[in-house]
């Protein structure tokens, strides 16, 4: 499966008669871009409910997800999944705690939340996440002082 960018949202053509399809499409881009991912994973998960996101970890696995990109932002619609590419800017949170994550040029980089799992930390490849925040071996976001 590849992904596709999330932006620019498509545009209708003149003459179009669908008009539905381009919508319909555009929904489900700005639901990936506003609502918040369950989880970073590496393996698809066996039963999804319809609008659950994930950011695909390294090394994806599944009959949907293999040969996805680190970093990719996945979400369940209709019984199957759609994947897109992260962008620089791009801010999105995962997981129960609310960690924010916003798109960079070499992944996502960690800014903010109440705890970032270490775990989840190492899947989205966070170690450093820069101006005076550090994340303990207990994985909790601090600042440096």
Same mark, same amino acid.
């Given at each position: 499966?590849?992904?596709?960018?999330?932006?620019?949202?498509?545009?209708?053509?003149?003459?179009?008669?669908?008009?539905?399809?381009?919508?319909? @499409?555009?929904?489900?881009?700005?639901? =990936?871009?506003?609502?918040?991912?369950?989880?970073?994973?590496?393996?698809?998960?066996?039963?999804?409910?319809?609008? @659950?996101?994930?950011?695909?970890?390294?090394?994806?696995?599944?009959?949907?997800?293999?040969?996805?990109?680190? @970093?990719?932002?996945?979400?369940?619609?209709?019984?199957?999944?759609?994947?897109?590419?992260?962008?620089?800017?791009?801010?999105?949170?995962?997981?129960?705690?609310?960690?924010?994550?916003?798109?960079?040029? @070499?992944?996502?980089?960690?800014?903010?939340?109440?705890?970032?799992?270490?775990?989840?930390?190492?899947?989205?490849?966070?170690?450093? =996440?820069?101006?005076?925040?550090?994340?303990?071996?207990?994985?909790?976001?601090?600042?440096?002082?």
């Amino acid at each position: 499966m590849a992904s596709t960018q999330l932006l620019p949202l498509r545009v209708w053509q003149a003459g179009t008669l669908n008009n539905s399809i381009p919508a319909n @499409d555009n929904a489900i881009r700005v639901e =990936v871009m506003t609502a918040h991912a369950i989880d970073v994973l590496s393996s698809q998960p066996e039963s999804p409910e319809d609008g @659950d996101q994930y950011i695909i970890g390294a090394a994806a696995t599944g009959s949907q997800w293999a040969g996805l990109s680190r @970093d990719t932002a996945v979400i369940f619609k209709g019984g199957t999944w759609l994947a897109f590419n992260p962008f620089v800017g791009w801010i999105k949170t995962i997981g129960p705690s609310a960690y924010r994550y916003a798109g960079a040029e @070499d992944g996502w980089q960690g800014f903010g939340g109440s705890a970032v799992p270490t775990a989840t930390a190492s899947r989205l490849g966070v170690v450093s =996440v820069g101006s005076g925040l550090q994340i303990s071996p207990e994985g909790v976001l601090s600042t440096a002082d």
